[in-house]
């Protein structure tokens, strides 16, 4: 990790099978919106989103993703890789 203060992921995020693209992009925005989220695309296949996210600990880290991401209604499932090298 080139922070060591930092514990960086990706977290890819699925919504329910029937959204809308216009629901994708909402989503999108609010994500990109949350604190210590410094990416987010919208991409095709088995996930709707990627998020890179930082946090100063990997508590903070499942806070985050926990609280903040995984409460945003429509998102049905997160998977989340943690930097490692």
Known sequence: ???KNQWKAFVLIKFGTS???NFARLT??????????????GVFG????IARVEAPSL??????????????PGII???????GF
């Open 1 to 3: 990790m080139a922070d």
């Open 19 to 21: 959204t809308h693209l």
């Open 28 to 41: 999108k925005e609010k994500i990109a919106k949350i604190e210590r989220v410094k990416e987010v695309y």
């Open 46 to 49: 088995r996930h709707d989103i």
């Open 59 to 72: 508590e903070s880290l499942a806070s985050l993703i926990a609280d903040k991401i995984r409460s945003i």
């Open 77 to 83: 499932s997160t998977e989340t890789l943690v930097v």
